[in-house]
Protein backbone atom coordinates (compact mmCIF):
# COMPACT_ATOMS: atom_id res chain seq x y z
CA UNK A 1 0.00 0.00 0.00
CA UNK A 2 1.50 3.88 -0.54
CA UNK A 3 -0.47 7.05 0.32
CA UNK A 4 -1.61 9.28 -2.95
CA UNK A 5 1.20 11.86 -3.33
CA UNK A 6 -1.29 14.65 -2.32
CA UNK A 7 -2.45 12.57 0.70
CA UNK A 8 -1.49 13.40 3.86
CA UNK A 9 -0.06 10.83 6.59
CA UNK A 10 -2.14 9.59 8.59
CA UNK A 11 -1.79 9.95 12.41
CA UNK A 12 -1.71 6.71 14.28
CA UNK A 13 -3.72 8.49 16.91
CA UNK A 14 -6.74 8.94 14.49
CA UNK A 15 -6.31 5.45 13.61
CA UNK A 16 -7.12 4.55 17.49
CA UNK A 17 -10.46 7.40 16.98
CA UNK A 18 -11.40 5.88 13.76
CA UNK A 19 -11.61 2.11 15.12
CA UNK A 20 -13.69 4.17 18.33
CA UNK A 21 -16.02 5.96 16.05
CA UNK A 22 -15.96 6.83 12.81
CA UNK A 23 -17.94 10.27 13.42
CA UNK A 24 -14.74 11.57 15.89
CA UNK A 25 -12.15 10.47 13.05
CA UNK A 26 -14.42 12.84 10.70
CA UNK A 27 -14.05 15.22 13.23
CA UNK A 28 -10.57 15.24 14.74
CA UNK A 29 -8.88 14.86 11.21
CA UNK A 30 -10.71 16.14 8.60
CA UNK A 31 -12.44 18.97 9.87
CA UNK A 32 -9.48 19.55 12.58
CA UNK A 33 -11.73 20.22 15.47
CA UNK A 34 -9.78 18.52 18.73
CA UNK A 35 -10.64 19.17 22.80
CA UNK A 36 -8.64 18.18 25.16
CA UNK A 37 -10.98 16.94 28.34
CA UNK A 38 -10.13 16.10 31.82
CA UNK A 39 -9.70 12.59 30.45
CA UNK A 40 -7.61 13.93 28.05
CA UNK A 41 -4.91 15.58 30.32
CA UNK A 42 -5.23 12.53 32.57
CA UNK A 43 -3.50 10.69 29.91
CA UNK A 44 -1.29 13.52 28.84
CA UNK A 45 -0.50 13.67 33.03
CA UNK A 46 0.34 9.57 32.80
CA UNK A 47 2.85 9.48 29.96
CA UNK A 48 4.72 11.95 32.08
CA UNK A 49 5.28 9.84 35.10
CA UNK A 50 6.21 6.59 32.85
CA UNK A 51 8.71 4.66 34.54
CA UNK A 52 12.09 5.11 34.09
CA UNK A 53 13.48 1.63 32.79
CA UNK A 54 11.84 2.42 29.34
CA UNK A 55 15.14 2.41 27.16
CA UNK A 56 13.10 5.36 24.08
CA UNK A 57 10.53 7.07 24.66
CA UNK A 58 8.50 9.72 22.59
CA UNK A 59 9.82 8.17 19.38
CA UNK A 60 8.48 9.63 15.97
CA UNK A 61 8.16 7.77 13.18
CA UNK A 62 6.36 7.93 9.77
CA UNK A 63 6.07 5.99 6.56
CA UNK A 64 4.55 7.25 3.16
CA UNK A 65 4.24 3.43 2.03
CA UNK A 66 2.10 2.82 4.83
CA UNK A 67 0.22 6.29 4.94
CA UNK A 68 0.72 6.85 8.73
CA UNK A 69 3.06 8.77 10.86
CA UNK A 70 3.18 8.44 14.68
CA UNK A 71 4.44 9.11 17.91
CA UNK A 72 5.06 5.80 20.46
CA UNK A 73 4.84 6.56 23.78
CA UNK A 74 8.08 4.13 24.20
CA UNK A 75 9.41 1.18 23.19
CA UNK A 76 11.78 -1.32 24.93
CA UNK A 77 14.23 -4.29 23.37
CA UNK A 78 13.84 -7.36 24.77
CA UNK A 79 15.41 -10.32 23.96
CA UNK A 80 16.99 -8.59 20.67
CA UNK A 81 13.30 -7.35 19.70
CA UNK A 82 11.86 -4.12 19.50
CA UNK A 83 8.73 -4.16 21.34
CA UNK A 84 6.53 -0.40 20.77
CA UNK A 85 4.28 0.21 24.15
CA UNK A 86 1.14 2.22 24.61
CA UNK A 87 -0.19 3.67 28.15
CA UNK A 88 -3.65 3.93 28.81
CA UNK A 89 -5.21 5.18 32.59
CA UNK A 90 -8.35 3.24 32.01
CA UNK A 91 -9.01 -0.32 32.39
CA UNK A 92 -8.31 -3.28 30.37
CA UNK A 93 -11.27 -5.50 28.54
CA UNK A 94 -11.62 -8.40 30.38
CA UNK A 95 -13.19 -11.18 28.25
CA UNK A 96 -16.21 -12.80 30.62
CA UNK A 97 -16.32 -16.00 28.60
CA UNK A 98 -12.66 -16.77 28.87
CA UNK A 99 -12.05 -14.77 32.21
CA UNK A 100 -8.40 -13.01 30.85
CA UNK A 101 -7.90 -9.50 30.17
CA UNK A 102 -7.33 -8.00 26.36
CA UNK A 103 -6.45 -4.57 25.01
CA UNK A 104 -9.55 -2.68 23.47
CA UNK A 105 -10.24 -2.83 19.90
CA UNK A 106 -9.14 0.75 19.06
CA UNK A 107 -5.91 0.14 21.17
CA UNK A 108 -5.15 -2.79 19.12
CA UNK A 109 -4.87 -0.92 16.01
CA UNK A 110 -2.93 2.17 17.32
CA UNK A 111 -0.15 -0.80 18.87
CA UNK A 112 -0.10 -3.26 16.09
CA UNK A 113 0.20 0.02 13.70
CA UNK A 114 3.38 1.65 15.76
CA UNK A 115 4.50 -1.50 15.41
CA UNK A 116 4.44 -1.41 11.78
CA UNK A 117 6.01 1.47 11.26
CA UNK A 118 9.44 0.14 13.63
CA UNK A 119 9.63 -3.06 11.61
CA UNK A 120 10.03 -0.45 8.92
CA UNK A 121 12.38 1.65 10.57
CA UNK A 122 14.60 -0.96 12.01
CA UNK A 123 13.79 -3.81 9.57
CA UNK A 124 13.15 -6.26 11.61
CA UNK A 125 9.98 -8.19 12.39
CA UNK A 126 8.29 -7.23 15.40
CA UNK A 127 5.77 -9.67 16.48
CA UNK A 128 3.96 -7.94 19.17
CA UNK A 129 2.77 -4.65 20.89
CA UNK A 130 2.46 -4.30 24.46
CA UNK A 131 -0.73 -2.24 26.79
CA UNK A 132 -0.19 -0.91 29.63
CA UNK A 133 -3.57 -0.36 31.49
CA UNK A 134 -3.15 1.78 34.50
CA UNK A 135 -6.52 1.55 36.69
CA UNK A 136 -5.70 -1.80 36.45
CA UNK A 137 -1.63 -2.27 36.24
CA UNK A 138 -2.11 -4.83 34.36
CA UNK A 139 -0.07 -5.02 30.96
CA UNK A 140 -1.68 -7.07 27.90
CA UNK A 141 -0.36 -8.14 24.80
CA UNK A 142 -1.10 -7.60 21.49
CA UNK A 143 0.08 -10.64 18.82
CA UNK A 144 0.85 -8.45 15.55
CA UNK A 145 0.09 -11.66 12.99
CA UNK A 146 -1.56 -11.39 9.49
CA UNK A 147 -5.11 -10.66 10.84
CA UNK A 148 -3.93 -7.65 12.93
CA UNK A 149 -1.93 -6.40 10.04
CA UNK A 150 -4.81 -6.37 7.58
CA UNK A 151 -6.93 -4.96 10.30
CA UNK A 152 -4.50 -2.21 10.33
CA UNK A 153 -4.12 -1.28 6.55
CA UNK A 154 -7.89 -1.48 6.65
CA UNK A 155 -8.20 0.82 8.79
CA UNK A 156 -5.59 3.28 6.51
CA UNK A 157 -7.68 2.63 3.47
CA UNK A 158 -10.94 3.65 5.33
CA UNK A 159 -8.95 6.66 6.67
CA UNK A 160 -8.15 7.71 3.17
CA UNK A 161 -11.42 7.37 1.72
CA UNK A 162 -12.94 9.48 4.81
CA UNK A 163 -10.79 11.93 4.01
CA UNK A 164 -11.58 12.63 0.51
CA UNK A 165 -15.90 13.28 1.68
CA UNK A 166 -17.38 16.62 3.02
CA UNK A 167 -20.61 14.65 4.63
CA UNK A 168 -19.78 13.48 8.20
CA UNK A 169 -20.08 9.79 8.57
CA UNK A 170 -23.19 8.86 10.56
CA UNK A 171 -23.42 8.78 14.75
CA UNK A 172 -22.23 5.46 15.81
CA UNK A 173 -24.56 2.61 16.92
CA UNK A 174 -23.00 2.44 20.09
CA UNK A 175 -24.35 4.52 22.51
CA UNK A 176 -21.80 3.96 25.51
CA UNK A 177 -19.03 5.04 23.76
CA UNK A 178 -20.88 8.81 23.18
CA UNK A 179 -20.24 9.24 26.89
CA UNK A 180 -17.08 9.05 27.08
CA UNK A 181 -16.52 11.09 23.75
CA UNK A 182 -14.84 14.68 24.03
CA UNK A 183 -16.08 15.75 21.19
CA UNK A 184 -19.86 14.59 22.31
CA UNK A 185 -20.63 18.61 22.65
CA UNK A 186 -19.82 19.22 18.81
CA UNK A 187 -21.35 15.81 17.49
CA UNK A 188 -24.27 15.93 19.39
CA UNK A 189 -25.32 12.39 18.88
CA UNK A 190 -28.60 12.42 21.71
CA UNK A 191 -30.15 14.79 20.13
CA UNK A 192 -29.50 13.20 16.68
CA UNK A 193 -31.32 9.74 18.29
CA UNK A 194 -33.73 12.15 19.71
CA UNK A 195 -35.24 12.69 15.82
CA UNK A 196 -35.51 8.76 15.71
CA UNK A 197 -37.31 8.37 19.01
CA UNK A 198 -39.19 11.32 19.81
CA UNK A 199 -39.79 10.14 23.48
CA UNK A 200 -36.47 9.18 24.70
CA UNK A 201 -35.09 10.69 27.13
CA UNK A 202 -31.75 12.30 26.36
CA UNK A 203 -28.50 11.89 28.14
CA UNK A 204 -27.33 15.46 28.62
CA UNK A 205 -23.55 15.24 27.20
CA UNK A 206 -23.74 19.65 26.07
CA UNK A 207 -22.32 21.32 28.66
CA UNK A 208 -24.82 23.42 31.07
CA UNK A 209 -22.80 26.67 31.24
CA UNK A 210 -19.43 28.32 30.19
CA UNK A 211 -17.18 27.65 32.99
CA UNK A 212 -15.26 30.28 31.63
CA UNK A 213 -16.15 34.36 31.79
CA UNK A 214 -16.96 36.71 29.50
CA UNK A 215 -14.89 40.07 30.26
CA UNK A 216 -16.10 43.47 29.75
CA UNK A 217 -13.71 46.78 29.46
CA UNK A 218 -15.99 49.91 28.91
CA UNK A 219 -14.17 51.92 31.35
CA UNK A 220 -12.46 55.56 29.82
CA UNK A 221 -9.05 55.39 29.49
CA UNK A 222 -8.42 51.59 30.45
CA UNK A 223 -5.24 49.50 29.39
CA UNK A 224 -5.06 46.02 28.95
CA UNK A 225 -1.80 44.14 28.92
CA UNK A 226 -0.29 40.79 29.33
CA UNK A 227 1.71 39.57 32.72
CA UNK A 228 2.95 36.17 32.43
CA UNK A 229 -0.33 34.18 31.61
CA UNK A 230 -3.38 36.83 32.82
CA UNK A 231 -4.71 40.01 31.67
CA UNK A 232 -4.26 42.94 33.63
CA UNK A 233 -6.57 45.80 33.37
CA UNK A 234 -5.35 49.26 34.56
CA UNK A 235 -7.64 52.15 35.43
CA UNK A 236 -6.62 55.69 34.96
CA UNK A 237 -6.99 55.84 38.28
CA UNK A 238 -4.13 53.19 38.82
CA UNK A 239 -6.61 50.46 40.07
CA UNK A 240 -5.56 46.91 38.65
CA UNK A 241 -7.31 43.76 38.39
CA UNK A 242 -5.70 40.97 37.10
CA UNK A 243 -7.77 37.95 34.87
CA UNK A 244 -6.06 34.87 34.39
CA UNK A 245 -6.31 33.62 30.71
CA UNK A 246 -7.49 30.02 31.59
CA UNK A 247 -10.28 32.00 33.13
CA UNK A 248 -11.59 34.16 30.02
CA UNK A 249 -14.05 32.81 26.98
CA UNK A 250 -13.71 36.28 25.54
CA UNK A 251 -12.93 39.61 25.96
CA UNK A 252 -15.02 42.77 24.43
CA UNK A 253 -13.82 46.36 24.14
CA UNK A 254 -16.00 49.43 24.42
CA UNK A 255 -15.33 52.53 23.00
CA UNK A 256 -12.04 53.90 21.64
CA UNK A 257 -10.66 55.12 24.39
CA UNK A 258 -9.57 51.63 25.86
CA UNK A 259 -6.42 50.42 24.69
CA UNK A 260 -5.37 46.81 24.84
CA UNK A 261 -1.32 45.92 23.77
CA UNK A 262 -0.28 43.77 20.94
CA UNK A 263 1.37 41.56 23.76
CA UNK A 264 -1.89 40.91 24.98
CA UNK A 265 -3.66 40.46 22.10
CA UNK A 266 -1.40 37.83 21.38
CA UNK A 267 -1.70 36.03 24.34
CA UNK A 268 -5.63 36.02 23.58
CA UNK A 269 -4.81 34.81 20.29
CA UNK A 270 -2.92 31.58 21.57
CA UNK A 271 -5.32 30.89 24.32
CA UNK A 272 -8.17 31.28 21.70
CA UNK A 273 -9.86 34.00 23.83
CA UNK A 274 -12.10 35.75 21.29
CA UNK A 275 -11.22 39.55 20.79
CA UNK A 276 -14.47 42.07 20.41
CA UNK A 277 -14.59 45.63 19.90
CA UNK A 278 -17.83 47.78 19.73
CA UNK A 279 -18.47 51.70 19.38
CA UNK A 280 -19.26 53.59 22.81
CA UNK A 281 -23.29 53.06 21.82
CA UNK A 282 -22.96 49.14 21.77
CA UNK A 283 -22.40 48.71 17.84
CA UNK A 284 -20.70 45.98 16.59
CA UNK A 285 -17.04 47.06 14.79
CA UNK A 286 -14.94 43.57 14.56
CA UNK A 287 -13.51 40.60 16.17
CA UNK A 288 -10.38 38.80 16.36
CA UNK A 289 -11.67 35.10 16.81
CA UNK A 290 -9.89 31.27 16.17
CA UNK A 291 -12.23 29.54 13.94
CA UNK A 292 -13.24 26.40 14.75
CA UNK A 293 -13.06 23.10 12.00
CA UNK A 294 -11.58 22.71 8.49
CA UNK A 295 -13.56 23.82 5.14
CA UNK A 296 -15.47 20.39 5.17
CA UNK A 297 -18.08 23.06 7.26
CA UNK A 298 -18.17 25.91 5.05
CA UNK A 299 -18.66 23.91 2.15
CA UNK A 300 -21.96 21.69 3.43
CA UNK A 301 -23.15 25.38 4.82
CA UNK A 302 -22.28 27.21 1.34
CA UNK A 303 -24.06 24.44 -0.62
CA UNK A 304 -27.06 24.92 1.85
CA UNK A 305 -27.44 28.19 1.63
CA UNK A 306 -27.12 28.65 -2.10
CA UNK A 307 -30.24 26.55 -2.21
CA UNK A 308 -33.40 29.04 -2.18
CA UNK A 309 -36.04 26.71 -0.77
CA UNK A 310 -33.62 25.61 1.91
CA UNK A 311 -33.33 29.13 2.98
CA UNK A 312 -36.73 29.89 2.99
CA UNK A 313 -37.74 26.97 4.83
CA UNK A 314 -34.85 27.77 7.20
CA UNK A 315 -36.29 32.02 7.77
CA UNK A 316 -39.91 30.39 8.07
CA UNK A 317 -38.80 28.74 11.29
CA UNK A 318 -36.67 31.55 12.56
CA UNK A 319 -39.82 34.08 11.94
CA UNK A 320 -41.99 31.67 13.54
CA UNK A 321 -39.77 31.51 16.21
CA UNK A 322 -38.94 34.75 17.09
CA UNK A 323 -43.20 35.58 16.89
CA UNK A 324 -43.89 32.94 18.85
CA UNK A 325 -41.81 34.35 21.68
CA UNK A 326 -42.94 38.19 21.00
CA UNK A 327 -46.41 37.09 21.50
CA UNK A 328 -45.97 34.70 24.60
CA UNK A 329 -44.07 37.68 26.69
CA UNK A 330 -46.83 40.06 25.37
CA UNK A 331 -49.21 37.49 27.25
CA UNK A 332 -47.39 37.02 29.95
CA UNK A 333 -46.78 40.58 30.98
CA UNK A 334 -50.38 40.99 31.08
CA UNK A 335 -51.31 37.91 32.88
CA UNK A 336 -53.71 38.59 35.57
CA UNK A 337 -54.96 41.78 34.66
CA UNK A 338 -57.77 43.72 32.01
CA UNK A 339 -56.06 43.94 29.07
CA UNK A 340 -55.99 47.31 26.86
CA UNK A 341 -56.87 47.78 23.62
CA UNK A 342 -53.73 47.99 22.47
CA UNK A 343 -52.48 44.74 23.99
CA UNK A 344 -55.67 43.01 22.67
CA UNK A 345 -55.28 44.41 19.00
CA UNK A 346 -51.44 43.10 19.28
CA UNK A 347 -52.19 39.86 20.09
CA UNK A 348 -54.52 39.37 17.36
CA UNK A 349 -51.96 40.80 14.79
CA UNK A 350 -49.27 38.37 16.42
CA UNK A 351 -51.09 35.63 15.94
CA UNK A 352 -52.69 36.87 12.30
CA UNK A 353 -48.96 36.82 11.38
CA UNK A 354 -48.29 34.02 12.50
CA UNK A 355 -50.37 32.15 11.07
CA UNK A 356 -49.67 33.11 7.26
CA UNK A 357 -46.12 33.35 7.95
CA UNK A 358 -45.90 29.82 7.30
CA UNK A 359 -47.66 30.22 4.17
CA UNK A 360 -45.83 32.38 2.16
CA UNK A 361 -43.87 31.50 -1.04
CA UNK A 362 -41.20 34.27 -1.00
CA UNK A 363 -38.48 35.66 1.72
CA UNK A 364 -40.03 39.25 0.93
CA UNK A 365 -43.39 37.51 1.78
CA UNK A 366 -42.12 36.67 5.16
CA UNK A 367 -40.16 39.74 6.34
CA UNK A 368 -43.73 41.65 5.88
CA UNK A 369 -45.21 39.25 8.22
CA UNK A 370 -42.45 39.66 10.64
CA UNK A 371 -42.58 43.96 10.45
CA UNK A 372 -46.52 43.44 11.14
CA UNK A 373 -46.08 41.20 14.42
CA UNK A 374 -43.18 43.30 15.36
CA UNK A 375 -44.65 46.40 14.75
CA UNK A 376 -47.59 44.89 16.80
CA UNK A 377 -45.16 43.78 19.56
CA UNK A 378 -43.15 47.45 20.41
CA UNK A 379 -46.79 49.12 20.44
CA UNK A 380 -46.95 47.30 23.74
CA UNK A 381 -43.84 48.79 25.23
CA UNK A 382 -45.34 51.95 25.94
CA UNK A 383 -47.87 50.73 28.35
CA UNK A 384 -45.73 48.20 29.68
CA UNK A 385 -43.32 51.13 31.09
CA UNK A 386 -46.28 53.56 31.47
CA UNK A 387 -44.60 53.93 35.17
CA UNK A 388 -41.46 55.02 33.70
CA UNK A 389 -42.63 58.13 32.51
CA UNK A 390 -41.74 60.26 35.11
CA UNK A 391 -38.14 58.91 35.57
CA UNK A 392 -37.20 59.54 32.00
CA UNK A 393 -37.25 55.28 31.40
CA UNK A 394 -40.46 54.90 29.23
CA UNK A 395 -40.62 53.52 26.00
CA UNK A 396 -42.85 55.76 23.09
CA UNK A 397 -42.08 53.75 20.30
CA UNK A 398 -38.85 52.33 18.74
CA UNK A 399 -36.68 53.91 17.45
CA UNK A 400 -32.59 53.54 16.94
CA UNK A 401 -29.86 54.84 14.28
CA UNK A 402 -29.64 57.03 16.31
CA UNK A 403 -31.92 56.10 19.61
CA UNK A 404 -33.55 58.89 20.97
CA UNK A 405 -34.49 58.27 24.39
CA UNK A 406 -33.28 56.24 27.34
CA UNK A 407 -35.04 53.15 26.94
CA UNK A 408 -34.60 52.55 23.40
CA UNK A 409 -30.75 52.93 23.69
CA UNK A 410 -30.77 50.63 26.02
CA UNK A 411 -32.52 47.72 24.39
CA UNK A 412 -29.76 48.89 21.07
CA UNK A 413 -26.89 48.49 23.49
CA UNK A 414 -28.37 44.97 24.66
CA UNK A 415 -29.21 43.75 20.85
CA UNK A 416 -25.37 45.20 20.11
CA UNK A 417 -24.58 42.68 22.82
CA UNK A 418 -26.18 39.86 21.39
CA UNK A 419 -25.12 40.50 17.98
CA UNK A 420 -21.92 39.88 19.53
CA UNK A 421 -22.48 36.71 21.27
CA UNK A 422 -24.26 35.40 17.74
CA UNK A 423 -20.94 35.83 16.22
CA UNK A 424 -18.66 34.53 18.75
CA UNK A 425 -20.84 31.41 19.16
CA UNK A 426 -20.86 30.94 15.19
CA UNK A 427 -17.35 31.05 14.83
CA UNK A 428 -16.36 28.68 17.59
CA UNK A 429 -18.73 26.41 15.44
CA UNK A 430 -16.75 26.54 12.76
CA UNK A 431 -19.51 28.64 10.49
CA UNK A 432 -18.98 31.41 8.31
CA UNK A 433 -20.93 34.44 9.99
CA UNK A 434 -21.24 35.91 6.07
CA UNK A 435 -23.40 33.85 4.53
CA UNK A 436 -27.02 33.12 5.89
CA UNK A 437 -30.05 32.71 4.79
CA UNK A 438 -33.11 35.39 5.84
CA UNK A 439 -31.06 38.22 6.24
CA UNK A 440 -29.39 40.13 3.04
CA UNK A 441 -26.06 41.50 3.03
CA UNK A 442 -26.80 45.15 2.66
CA UNK A 443 -23.98 46.09 5.52
CA UNK A 444 -21.33 45.51 7.21
CA UNK A 445 -23.35 43.20 9.46
CA UNK A 446 -22.51 39.12 9.26
CA UNK A 447 -26.10 38.14 7.53
CA UNK A 448 -25.63 34.84 9.89
CA UNK A 449 -25.09 36.70 12.94
CA UNK A 450 -28.29 38.74 12.45
CA UNK A 451 -30.21 35.74 11.38
CA UNK A 452 -29.41 33.82 14.90
CA UNK A 453 -30.04 37.09 16.76
CA UNK A 454 -33.36 36.30 15.87
CA UNK A 455 -34.69 33.86 18.43
CA UNK A 456 -32.78 35.39 21.28
CA UNK A 457 -33.97 39.04 21.04
CA UNK A 458 -37.03 38.63 23.50
CA UNK A 459 -35.35 36.15 25.72
CA UNK A 460 -32.17 38.20 26.22
CA UNK A 461 -32.57 41.43 25.51
CA UNK A 462 -35.97 42.99 25.73
CA UNK A 463 -36.44 40.77 29.17
CA UNK A 464 -33.26 41.94 30.34
CA UNK A 465 -34.10 45.85 29.60
CA UNK A 466 -37.66 45.70 30.73
CA UNK A 467 -36.76 44.10 33.92
CA UNK A 468 -34.19 46.50 34.80
CA UNK A 469 -36.45 49.56 34.18
CA UNK A 470 -39.10 48.04 35.65
CA UNK A 471 -36.47 47.24 38.89
CA UNK A 472 -35.85 51.10 38.16
CA UNK A 473 -32.28 50.40 38.18
CA UNK A 474 -31.55 53.42 35.74
CA UNK A 475 -30.65 56.80 36.98
CA UNK A 476 -31.19 58.80 33.65
CA UNK A 477 -28.89 61.71 34.09
CA UNK A 478 -26.06 59.51 35.81
CA UNK A 479 -26.79 56.49 33.26
CA UNK A 480 -27.38 58.31 29.87
CA UNK A 481 -25.91 60.92 27.82
CA UNK A 482 -27.38 63.08 25.21
CA UNK A 483 -26.01 65.05 22.27
CA UNK A 484 -28.85 66.45 20.32
CA UNK A 485 -31.57 63.78 19.13
CA UNK A 486 -28.95 60.85 20.60
CA UNK A 487 -28.80 58.92 23.28
CA UNK A 488 -26.40 56.50 24.60
CA UNK A 489 -25.23 55.20 27.38
CA UNK A 490 -22.86 56.79 29.85
CA UNK A 491 -19.98 54.57 31.20
CA UNK A 492 -21.80 54.04 34.14
CA UNK A 493 -24.56 53.00 32.26
CA UNK A 494 -22.58 50.56 30.40
CA UNK A 495 -21.16 48.98 33.36
CA UNK A 496 -24.73 48.33 34.62
CA UNK A 497 -25.96 47.27 31.45
CA UNK A 498 -23.04 44.62 30.86
CA UNK A 499 -23.39 43.35 34.32
CA UNK A 500 -27.47 42.59 34.16
CA UNK A 501 -27.21 40.87 30.47
CA UNK A 502 -24.57 38.61 31.48
CA UNK A 503 -26.56 37.60 34.83
CA UNK A 504 -29.12 37.14 32.25
CA UNK A 505 -26.89 34.70 30.27
CA UNK A 506 -26.43 32.69 33.49
CA UNK A 507 -30.08 32.02 33.90
CA UNK A 508 -31.16 28.51 33.43
CA UNK A 509 -33.54 27.52 31.06
CA UNK A 510 -34.69 24.13 29.85
CA UNK A 511 -35.64 23.49 26.22
CA UNK A 512 -39.18 22.22 25.21
CA UNK A 513 -37.57 19.62 22.27
CA UNK A 514 -34.48 18.39 23.89
CA UNK A 515 -35.62 18.00 27.22
CA UNK A 516 -32.56 19.21 29.39
CA UNK A 517 -31.78 22.88 31.01
CA UNK A 518 -28.94 24.97 30.12
CA UNK A 519 -27.86 28.65 30.34
CA UNK A 520 -29.01 31.28 27.92
CA UNK A 521 -24.94 31.43 27.19
CA UNK A 522 -24.79 27.88 26.32
CA UNK A 523 -28.14 27.81 24.28
CA UNK A 524 -26.73 30.43 22.00
CA UNK A 525 -24.06 28.13 20.85
CA UNK A 526 -26.12 25.14 20.69
CA UNK A 527 -28.32 26.30 18.85
CA UNK A 528 -25.57 27.37 16.06
CA UNK A 529 -24.65 23.52 15.77
CA UNK A 530 -28.30 22.68 15.56
CA UNK A 531 -28.75 24.64 12.80
CA UNK A 532 -25.50 23.13 11.21
CA UNK A 533 -27.40 19.59 11.17
CA UNK A 534 -30.10 21.34 9.47
CA UNK A 535 -27.60 20.92 6.29
CA UNK A 536 -25.89 18.03 7.63
CA UNK A 537 -28.41 14.91 7.34
CA UNK A 538 -30.37 15.64 10.46
CA UNK A 539 -32.51 18.60 10.46
CA UNK A 540 -35.44 19.40 12.85
CA UNK A 541 -34.36 20.97 15.17
CA UNK A 542 -33.55 24.09 14.95
CA UNK A 543 -35.23 27.26 16.23
CA UNK A 544 -37.91 25.13 18.18
CA UNK A 545 -36.54 27.00 21.19
CA UNK A 546 -39.36 29.42 22.89
CA UNK A 547 -39.96 31.31 25.71
CA UNK A 548 -41.87 29.82 28.33
Known amino acids: MSAAADQPLTRIMALHALEYC ?22 RRLHEEMPEYIELTNFTLESPTLGIRGKVDCIRSVDG ?22 AWPS ?49 ISRAEALRALTERPHITTNERLCARCSLAPVCLPEEERLLDSPKREVIRLFPEDREKLDLHVASHGAYIRRSGLSLVV ?42 HWLTGGGNYIGSVTKAAGGVQRRLRQYKALTDDAVKL ?108 DCVEAITVVGLDPTIGFYHQPRSQAYPLALDLMEIFRVSLCDITAMGTIHRKQWDVEEDFTKAGDQVWLSEAGKK ?31 EVRLLEKEWSGRPGLFAQSRLR
Not at 81 to 102: L, Q
Not at 250 to 255: A, D, E, K, V
Not at 354 to 369: A, F, R
Request: proline share 3%; charged share 30%; aromatic share 10%.
Open 22 to 43: ERLFFLEEVEEIRFADQAVYDG
Open 81 to 102: NWIPYEYKKGHAKKSSSRGIYE
Open 107 to 155: DEIQVAAYAMLLEEHFGQRIPEGKVYYASDHRTVSVPVDEQMRSRVRQA
Open 234 to 275: EQRDGEKEVFPSEQINSLSIHGQSVQLSTQALMLCAEKGIAV
Open 313 to 420: ALAKKLVLAKMESQLRYVLRCTRGKPRSNTVVTAVEAIRHAVSHSQKVKTTEELLGWEGSAAKAYFACFAEFTADELEAGMAFSHRNRRPPKDPANALLSFYYGMLYK
Open 496 to 526: KAIAAYERRKQDTWKHPVIGYSLSYDRVIEL
